[in-house]
């Protein structure tokens, strides 16, 4: 089964690639984003058809649009309160995400770049939903490693300007980066990648990614992380960006149950902390790249999947570098041949994804297309 939220329009090395399944042309007709090589006057009239506004990338295509943008996704994610139990989710390009718990609100990886400033930015086929003063006030923000697009000095400065009482946890070694910046150096949680910590109703840990191979300091901090967090009965493990590494998928299983055994814990008034092999934790929500280079790759996204088992899988970190993206149809394909019973979820920029009872909702979507109908 295959849940799909984006228009399902590709472009890999310059090359047009249309719908392929016939089945969903009632998504792309609903939602049209379509990307383009070259652009003449019939092809720019395209731009009328992908509001609010279309723009062309330094190489000649129409960017690809977010399903919901500023204000209005602002507002959204605003008025949105899930239960405990639940969370909503937003992609806001690349490994970028705003992650709404019961209790508190998350942003991962913040990145916004102005696309029209004349400078390498202008390449990417995708459009940002939301600039870093328009994001709903987060209590946290995490990020996962130093690249541009995961530590981002255009967005990290503006968004503690915008927002006084957000709290930044990074990894320790970028600590200095983030203080060089002008961000208050007590607003600033540092993360190792080896102890669990809590931060109000909060509760993480950073676990060592591999971006092509482990890279530790003489302290053993990793300049590269991913996150499991816990919040509100919520577990969810961001990977941030990396390959697969020996007991990488056993520090994800532990982290998972350490920290639910922690939250039955603490929820449980005098009662007896749960042994960490008891009634094993299972992972809610993991957010998987699959662009391969050097990162994961959509073998290696189910892979993990496989093994580690989360109730629900959304991919990311692609539809933006032109140098460095895929079609997710690829990891559609994977999951439907290796895993034909676990829920594959296709998402669209500044489009909500709501999780609760372990299964994630798309509100307001077309009618859910099967394989087979």
């Given at each position: ?10 472009v890999?090395?310059n090359?047009?690639?249309?719908p ?5 042309r009632l998504?792309?007709?609903?939602h ?10 019939s092809q720019?009239d395209?731009c009328?058809n992908?509001p609010?506004?279309a ?14 943008r500023s ?12 239960k ?9 390009t ?5 992650v ?5 609100s998350v ?17 990417l ?13 987060p ?7 130093w690249?541009?697009?995961?530590i981002c ?7 503690a ?16 980066l983030?203080?060089?910046w ?21 509760s993480f ?20 992380v991913?996150?499991?967090?816990e ?5 969810l ?15 994800i ?27 094993p ?5 993991a957010?998987?790249?699959i662009?391969?280079n ?13 093994v580690v088992k989360?109730?629900?899988?959304i991919?990311?970190?692609?539809g ?11 990891y ?6 290796r895993?034909p019973d676990?829920?594959c979820t ?9 999780f ?6 798309i509100p307001?979507d077309?009618p ?6």
């Open positions: 089964m295959c849940y799909y939220s984006a228009t399902l329009f590709f890999v090395k090359t047009v690639f249309l392929i399944f016939p089945r969903l998504l792309c007709k609903a049209p984003a379509p990307y383009m090589r070259g652009v003449d006057d720019a395209a009328a992908n609010p506004s723009s062309v990338s330094n190489r000649g295509t129409i960017r690809n649009q977010p399903f919901m204000e209005e996704l602002s507002a959204q994610i605003e008025e949105f309160q899930p405990h139990g639940g969370a909503g989710l937003w992609w806001l690349q490994a970028s995400w705003f709404k718990f019961p209790s508190c942003v991962i990886d913040p990145w916004w770049r102005d696309l029209f400033a004349g400078d390498m930015w202008a390449k086929i995708g459009e940002f939903p939301l600039t870093p003063e328009e994001y709903p006030a209590d946290y923000v995490f990020c996962t490693h690249h541009d697009d995961h000095p255009e967005t990290l400065p503006r968004m300007k915008a927002f006084a009482n957000t709290k930044f946890i990074i990894p320790s070694r970028s600590v200095d983030l203080i060089s002008g961000i208050d150096a007590e607003r600033i949680i540092s993360s190792n990648g080896h102890r669990q910590q809590s931060i109000g109703p909060l840990k950073a676990i060592p990614a591999a971006h092509m191979e482990l890279d530790f300091d003489e302290d053993g901090s990793s300049w590269y991913g996150y499991v967090l919040c509100d009965g919520v577990s493990y961001h990977m941030g960006d990396g390959k697969p590494w020996p007991g990488w998928h056993t520090a299983t532990k982290a998972v149950n350490s920290l639910s055994a922690a939250e039955d814990c603490k929820s449980n008034e005098g009662g007896k902390k749960k042994e960490l092999n008891d009634e934790a299972q992972l809610d929500i957010l998987l790249c662009n391969g050097d990162n994961l790759s959509h073998i290696e996204a189910v892979d993990l999947i496989s989360p109730k629900v899988a991919p990311m970190h692609y933006m570098d032109p140098d460095n993206t895929v079609d997710p149809l690829i559609h394909k994977e999951v439907s041949k895993l676990f829920p296709i998402p669209q920029v500044g489009r909500a994804l709501f609760e009872n372990g299964v994630l909702d307001n077309p859910i297309i099967q394989e087979g109908e």
